[in-house]
């Protein structure tokens, strides 16, 4: 079974300091591998994705994240905090083949002041 | 031209009441999703069906009864409504043997028992 655990509930970040937030999976296979944000009051937005090509992943936003198979990880990170990154962060996995069953994490609040 | 739209936004009923969400998606999508969010932002998925087939069923209370009349459509019906009930719920698509699972949310149907 697949599993996921963000390290963190909540991270507050000065704006132009660079965020960090963890994430570890377990799976008993290639897993592919989210990270969503969902904004106050809003839809979840894909924020990129891993599926077993380049480990380094950027995705939207200026946001990147890194898949570490022996370190069974997949941290989101940006540079440069913008206010408008403030919203909660989900790490997500999937099997492969699990028609679009996803194990969300428990999320991550993301505090950005000024 | 909304990718993933859900109506009503906001639905605040009585327990014991029977309510309805609805979701279209214009995506051409062969998958649709219902999943919930509780009061502490975890994800669950519910439902999911492929060209309205149910794949997924995730020991949701029979009260809850999904209806797919086509594949750009798929409705929540939940009778008999009960306190615990309240939550966000979140319609999503995708398209099977796209590649990694990527859904498509909408923006949250957020339903408040009282």
């Known amino acids: 079974a697949q599993s996921v655990t963000q390290l963190d509930s909540h991270v507050s970040v000065s704006e132009g300091t660079p965020v960090l937030l963890r994430c570890n999976y377990s799976?008993?296979?290639?897993?592919?591998l989210f990270w969503y944000v969902q904004h106050p009051n809003k839809g979840l937005q894909l924020l990129l994705k891993?599926?077993?090509?380049?480990?380094l992943v950027k995705g939207i936003n200026g946001f990147e994240a890194e898949f570490k198979k022996s370190e069974t990880s997949f941290h989101l990170t940006k540079p440069s905090a913008h206010m408008s990154d403030a919203a909660e962060y989900f790490c997500?996995?999937?099997?492969?083949?699990?028609?679009?069953?996803?194990?969300f994490g428990a999320g991550t609040q993301v505090v950005v002041t000024p | 031209d909304t990718a993933v739209s859900q109506t009503p936004k906001y639905l605040v009923t009585q327990m014991g009441n029977d309510k309805s969400i609805k979701c279209e998606q214009n995506?051409?999508?062969?998958?649709m999703y219902w999943y919930k969010q509780d009061s502490k932002k975890f994800l669950k998925i519910m439902f999911s069906?492929?060209?309205?087939?149910?794949?997924i069923n995730e020991t949701v209370p029979n009260r809850f009864s999904p209806k797919s009349p086509d594949k750009a459509h798929l409705n929540l019906h939940i009778n008999s409504l009960e306190l615990g009930d309240s939550a966000v719920y979140f319609c999503?698509?995708?398209?099977?043997?796209?590649?990694?699972?990527?859904?498509?949310f909408g923006a949250g149907s957020r339903l408040t028992v009282l």
């Open positions: 891993y599926t077993s090509a380049a480990t």
């Open positions: 995506l051409g999508h062969d998958t």
């Open positions: 999503a698509s995708s398209q099977r043997g796209s590649g990694a699972n990527v859904l498509t």
């Open positions: 799976s008993s296979y290639s897993p592919s």
């Open positions: 069906y492929n060209n309205k087939e149910l794949i």
């Open positions: 997500v996995v999937s099997l492969t083949d699990s028609w679009g069953k996803l194990q």
